[in-house]
């Protein structure tokens, strides 16, 4: 069964940076797609971005191209989200998701069938 735990949330000003993590078990992932989506009050969940585990071809949503960063070290098992040049739209909970690979890789929340907890990006104006 896969287990996802995110860490790196927090409070931090506009123009801050924050990065996420997503400590990942439970399964051998070279055949999975991992992605980061959020959730803001009152909103749907929402893409970020997301990576193909064994060739590490991404996907941004373009609200976040060319300030966050989506990586992953096959060593530890684990995600990251880097969050550069933050705004106070970007608040939300951030969600850490897999699936087994899908081509072209999945921007739909519905299409993950595994999740984090979550963990709480707050920034401030």
């Known amino acids: 069964q896969v287990q996802l735990v995110e860490s790196g949330g927090g409070l931090v000003q506009a123009g801050g940076s924050l990065r996420l993590s997503c400590a990942a078990s439970?399964?051998?992932?070279?055949?999975?797609?991992m992605g980061w989506f959020r959730q803001a009050p009152g909103k749907e969940r929402e893409f970020v971005a997301a990576?193909?585990?064994?060739?590490?071809?991404?996907s941004y949503a373009d609200s976040v191209k060319g300030r966050f960063t989506i990586s992953r070290d096959t060593a530890k098992n684990t995600l990251y989200l880097q969050m550069n040049s933050l705004k106070p739209e970007d608040t939300a909970v951030y969600y850490c998701?897999?699936?087994?690979?899908?081509?072209?890789?999945?921007?739909?929340?519905?299409?993950?069938?595994?999740w984090g907890q979550g963990t709480q990006v707050t920034v401030s104006s």
């Open positions: 998701a897999a699936r087994v690979d899908l081509y072209p890789i999945s921007r739909s929340a519905s299409r993950y069938d595994n």
């Open positions: 990576i193909r585990w064994s060739s590490s071809s991404t």
């Open positions: 439970g399964r051998t992932f070279s055949r999975y797609t």
